[in-house]
């Protein structure tokens, strides 16, 4: 470099030389551009001089006028640019900076793994293998671990570890795709995982990054899913009887007798009615009893459980545990069945006489059909009926209202009275007014004003005292919502006053006191009106007729 420079700068300090000789003053010299330039004629050495010597073995540099060259052109050249002479060259376009969530975006790396659970307290397995995928992401080195959902196996599954940056050790080190591979155990929350396999694009992400993957290896199966596999259909004539064959064509078949069990002879024995059922697909019997309502017994109706019934108990070794373990056919050769049932015959099961005296319709077409028996009913007395007791309600005590005394007869935890639900909403802000003067022999009761409110959604009617002056009387509710029994009616059977009883200048009596009814509102005659198939007319025409001035 530094030769280079010298042989440049004496090259252009000679061309300036030149040009100055020929054009005289140096103010006048021609510039150097390319067509101004001229050769020199008496130059005849075109050699280039040897700035550099050897002296004792070391290449030094020559002294003299031979370079030409002084400590101020020496530091002139060291500082010298040569954009400054030639222009400034072209800069070449910067490259265009891509982040890495743009360069890695939706490049995610797969490999296939699994980890094995530790199962404690099943007898079956000791372990369970349960696959996974760990998914790594290149945009920001984050991790996730899902396991594929297996329908009805019963384990929470699906995301194990959402995605984030898992931690590899205590010092803040976080796992990367360089410590990932083929046959590697990776630890992530104290769980350990076992790298199987990867898929084809992770094979070449890691090829172009230089890592040499291991062979693959094959993700061990569950033993427990390999003991629940079914074997191998063997094609293997099936036997004439055939389990699945039989379910299939006899199932929901069942057969009903009804019988009954006369254990009289016993203490405290009595007869009662059983039904006796046989179901063919599997040939058990389960008899249950027939209760009827207040009979006095315990609501147990099955007598005995769906089971398949020996013929005779009697064959059965002393020895054999029946405590602890059910009679199998290892021990019982010979078990009740169909033939074995005949309506007007007695059957022995569990040491108890059952004696069947008929069938429904489906089981003597099955016994008509298949053995060409006609069974007939057997009439049997199942003993005198009980005679049932009329339920009376004692008189009213006095307390409460009627119906609530009622509902304490008819069942032993009271409930309030039912209320006529669609009543109260059609009616539930109807209530009609009326004016009315207490009719008494005491004077200071005769100016007393009273008004009479009637509820339609609850037939129910109330009493208030409006204030007049100088009364003496202080005014407020005479009488709460309530029924009022019409005088005279029995209070088993009572009538209760209504709208029909109150016709201007009719006199109703309420409480021992009797008052005269004197005016109403407008909208009690519009009501009455509009239901006057329910009301008598003599009440509709006397309201009809002090209303006769505002309608």
């Known amino acids: 470099w530094y ?8 090259t252009f300090q000679h061309y300036f030389k030149q040009i100055n000789l020929s054009m005289g003053d140096s103010s006048t010299a021609l510039p150097f551009l390319p067509g101004y330039t001229f050769t020199d004629p008496a130059k005849n050495r075109f050699h280039r001089s040897q700035t550099l010597t050897y002296k004792n073995g070391f290449t030094v540099p020559r002294s003299g ?16 640019n040569p954009s400054l002479t030639y222009g400034q060259s072209k800069p070449e376009p910067p490259q265009t900076f891509v982040p890495a969530h743009v360069a890695f975006d939706k490049k995610v790396l797969l490999f296939n793994a699994y980890f094995k659970q530790n199962l404690n307290e099943s007898e079956k397995e000791y372990f369970r293998v349960r696959p996974v995928k760990i ?3 290149l945009e920001d080195d984050s991790i996730s671990v899902v396991e594929p959902i297996v329908e009805n196996s019963g384990i929470p599954q699906g995301k194990l570890i959402k995605r984030q940056r898992l931690p590899k050790n205590d010092q803040g080190e976080h796992w990367l795709w360089k410590d990932l591979n083929i046959g590697n155990d990776v630890v ?8 199987c396999n990867c898929n084809n694009y992770t094979k070449e992400f890691m090829q172009s990054e230089g890592i040499m993957l291991n062979p693959d290896e094959e993700c061990p199966h569950d033993p427990y899913t390999l003991s629940r596999n079914e074997p191998k259909h063997s094609y ?3 036997p004439t009887f055939d389990k699945l ?8 078949q069942v057969l009903r007798f009804y019988a009954v069990w006369d254990d009289r002879n016993n203490m405290f024995g009595e007869m009662r009615s059983y039904t006796l059922h046989y179901y063919r697909v599997d040939d058990t019997i389960e008899v249950r009893e027939q209760r009827n309502p207040n009979d006095g017994h315990d609501p147990f109706p099955v007598l005995i459980g769906r089971k398949k019934i020996p013929k005779c ?15 199998s056919e290892h021990e019982i050769t010979e078990w009740i069945t169909d033939k074995d049932l005949t309506v007007g015959q007695t059957v022995t099961i569990m040491d108890r006489p059952f004696f069947l005296y008929g069938c429904d319709d489906f089981t003597h077409n099955y016994y008509q059909q298949q053995y060409g028996i006609t069974f007939h009913p057997v009439p049997v007395e199942l003993g005198e009926r009980k005679i049932e007791v009329k339920r009376e309600i004692p008189p009213y005590n006095g307390f409460g209202s009627p119906q609530d005394s009622k509902q304490n007869c008819l069942s032993l935890i009271a409930h309030p009275p039912k209320k006529d639900v669609m009543k109260m909403l059609e009616n539930g802000l109807k209530i009609l007014r009326y004016a009315a003067v207490m009719e008494s022999p005491h004077p200071e009761d005769k100016n007393r004003k009273f008004i009479i409110s009637y509820s339609l959604a609850k037939d129910e009617m109330q009493i208030y005292e409006p204030h007049q002056r100088n009364a003496g009387i202080i005014e407020g509710r005479f009488m709460e919502y309530c029924q009022v029994r019409k005088p005279g009616t029995s209070i088993d059977n009572p009538e209760y006053y209504t709208p029909a009883d109150f016709a201007i200048g009719s006199t109703i009596e309420i409480l021992s006191r009797k008052f005269k009814i004197v005016d109403c509102d407008l909208y009690v005659l519009k009501y009455l009106e ?3 198939s329910k009301y008598p007319a003599s009440t509709i025409e006397s309201i009809r007729a002090i209303h006769a001035d505002k309608l």
């Open 188 to 195: 992530f929350y104290g769980k350990t995982f076992h790298i």
């Open 135 to 137: 998914y790594y992401y």
């Open 313 to 327: 108990r009697g064959s059965i070794p002393g020895n054999f545990p029946s405590a602890v373990m059910e009679i």
């Open 245 to 252: 064959k039989q379910f299939i064509t006899l199932d929901r």
């Open 3 to 10: 030769q280079r420079r010298v042989r440049e700068f004496q």
């Open 530 to 532: 509009a239901n006057a």
């Open 236 to 238: 293997v004539t099936p």
């Open 65 to 80: 006028d031979v370079a030409g060259l002084t400590d101020a052109d020496i530091d002139e050249l060291a500082n010298m």
